[in-house]
T-cell receptor, first 115, second 114 residues
Framework: NAGVTQTPKFRILKIGQSMTLQCTQDMNHNYMYWYRQDPGMGLKLIYYSVGAGITDKGEVPNGYNVSRSTTEDFPLRLELAAPSQTSVYFC??????????????FGPGTRLTVL | AQKVTQAQTEISVVEKEDVTLDCVYETRDTTYYLFWYKQPPSGELVFLIRRNSFDEQNEISGRYSWNFQKSTSSFNFTITASQVVDSAVYFCALSGSAGNMLTFGGGTRLMVKP
């Protein structure tokens, strides 16, 4: 059971380039999330998904896109990278519980630098 | 809107000292969940504890203990007899009844010196 895996671990992009951050979970979790963590700050939600085919915006969605074609995968797309997107990106997942919430489990993160 | 405040940005202690990390939250939900995560220097986020709003019992797990007080909207975390391996950034987080997002505090960096 690998949990939540993210690739790549590190990436440097030039302004205007695009890339996809990969996230996969093998726990059959319905809910998946993308967060960003700026230096010295807490995490902020970018997008989330409550199941395959369903996605919704979080607190800071501008400049990003997501898709959820399978339960396991939740890629995050940056179309035109900007220096403001330099951050550490965390993917998380949790199971669906009929009452209340369950714990979110996080991947190891992707450190992205845009120059 | 939800908000989590960790007023202590950085704490430095000497090994074996006890240390308490403060967390104050704001929410309009009557049902909510509080979490603590640890982020060691390696960068990953490690889940420590989840507490729901109906359970105000304090919890102890080894050297860790948590004090949840609804009356003051606080969920404080105490490490007893701190060790160098406890050095990390600790995040308090809040999830409302919809459960679709975690609101994180800004984190407290704990440095335990030998």
């Amino acid at each position: 059971n690998a949990g939540v895996t993210q690739t790549p671990k590190f990436r440097i992009l030039k302004i205007g380039q695009s890339m996809t951050l990969q996230c996969t979970q093998d726990m059959n979790h319905n809910y998946m999330y993308w967060y960003r963590q700026d230096p010295g700050m807490g995490l902020k939600l970018i997008y989330y998904s409550v199941g395959a085919g369903i996605t919704d915006k979080g607190e800071v969605p501008n400049g990003y896109n997501v898709s959820r074609s399978t339960t396991e995968d939740f890629p995050l797309r940056l179309e035109l990278a900007a220096p403001s997107q330099t951050s550490v990106y965390f993917c998380a997942s949790r199971s669906r519980v009929s009452l209340g919430t369950d714990t979110q489990y996080f991947g190891p993160g992707t450190r992205l630098t845009v120059l | 809107a939800q908000k989590v405040t960790q007023a202590q940005t950085e704490i430095s202690v000497v090994e074996k000292e006890d240390v308490t990390l403060d967390c104050v939250y704001e929410t309009r939900d009557t049902t909510y969940y509080l979490f603590w995560y640890k982020q060691p220097p390696s960068g990953e986020l490690v889940f420590l504890i989840r507490r729901n709003s109906f359970d105000e019992q304090n919890e102890i797990s080894g050297r860790y203990s948590w004090n949840f007080q609804k009356s003051t909207s606080s969920f404080n975390f105490t490490i007893t007899a701190s060790q160098v391996v406890d050095s990390a950034v600790y995040f308090c987080a809040l999830s409302g009844s919809a459960g679709n997002m975690l609101t994180f505090g800004g984190g407290t960096r704990l440095m335990v010196k030998p």
